[in-house]
């Protein structure tokens, strides 16, 4: 029986919440929210009043799981704006992943 299969069938011998099940099941098999799930969900997580003048450019993970963020803004000059809300950005990306996980955001123009 290999350790896998263990794990399984000792979250199925004890009565247990949805979260922990979910929570369990998310590390057995490795499913979480990642830098590439949110460049795909980037409209829905930030919404549409920043979408529409700021677009993902990269991600970067950290040793210590945050991520350095580089934002692009449509022009030159919704740059000023944006580092203005960058404090809202991280408050949605850090919901978005269910812990603070923005370590700096920046702005390429």
Known sequence: MSNHDKKINERLSRPQTIAGALGGLIKIFGVRASDADLAQ???????????CIAKLAAIKKNRDNTFNIVIRPATPAYALQLSYQSEEITKRINKYFGYNAVGKISFRK
């Open 41 to 51: 969900r980037w409209d829905e997580v930030i919404g549409k009043d920043i979408s």
